[in-house]
């Protein structure tokens, strides 16, 4: 692969874990991402916030677990992970116990993270 | 400054998520179900107007969809016009 | 300008497949460069050679391989998603044992390193889903 100049990018997830397959296609576009040396940030926005939900365990569905999957990220040098505040409040979820270090953000801050991108790739 | 474009009715999270960051000097091209979101007098083209975005809807799927009595802040472009929009604005986000 | 396109969509489910390719199309009009198209997840399906449209209709991958036939654009299928969906080109259906390839020739299959490649090369990522 020739990555000519490099570019930032954020990915912009938006739908829940197990409900279509673009949680796990996000995942594996930032995998890639990292193991092509190019570095991603990822927002969380809306029902998204549900893939950092604590305990998962998708075995029984025969699938591999996303929040398991999610908690290596930093492994691969992705450690700038923004979660849409309100959408976490609205699930009353303590992030605290997320499979990730997220930095929760408002609406207008989230503005503010994507126009400092490059691209934005919405899953 | 950000294209966004929104391919999902007024009633998804899509809509309301794409809503929340909307703000002026972005703007927005209604696609796909999109659309119905540019009906006038509706309370989804009222709060499009209120982000100060500019309006923008592809005219093929607003006949398709039978959307003609659209919203005055809503502008109807075609494929090259969507084009356009992405020569001016350096990023998109895909609402769905 | 150089583009690339990310496809999520499927082309049996709305029209956003479509629009990509007719978008596509109108980019190499105004005399943009596109690097590549990705497809990526339940976007794969529009490589389906065996599909079969109801006779008032247009095949999905119609639209796309005018672009590689006129145009020479890659067009992209992540391995991992087709494989999933069922879209093998001829290697993937000898090592996985099944009788035949199933995506059009204007496809390639490929890993998600062309997708990092397409946007790190690419003045435009624009993406569509739903």
Known sequence: ?123 | MILHTLNASPSSAAFTDCVSIMAKGDALVLMGDGVYAALAGTKASKTLQQTDASLYIMTADALAAGVTNLAAAVSRIDMEGLVTLTETFPRQQAWY | MIYSLLVLSSPFSGHSSRRAAQFAHCVTARGHTIHRVFFLDAGTLASAANSVSAQDEESPVTGWAELADQHGIELAICITSALKHGMLDQVEADRHERASPTIDAAFTVSGLGQLVDAYASSDRLITFGG
């Open chain 1, 1 to 123: 692969m020739t990555a000519a100049t490099k570019k930032t990018v954020l990915l912009v997830l938006r739908h829940s874990p197990y409900g279509s397959g673009l949680a796990k296609a996000a995942l594996d576009a930032a995998l890639a991402s990292a193991a092509f040396d190019q570095s991603v940030d990822l927002l969380f926005m809306g029902d998204a916030v549900l893939q950092l939900q604590p305990d998962q365990d998708s075995h029984p569905l025969g699938m591999k677990t996303i929040g398991r999957q999610l908690a290596s990220l930093p492994l691969y040098d992705i450690n700038h992970v923004y979660v849409d505040a309100q959408a976490a409040a609205r699930y009353n979820m303590d992030l605290s116990k997320a499979p990730l270090q997220t930095r929760p953000l408002g609406g207008h801050d989230m503005h503010q993270l994507m126009v400092g991108y490059d691209h934005l790739l919405g899953f």
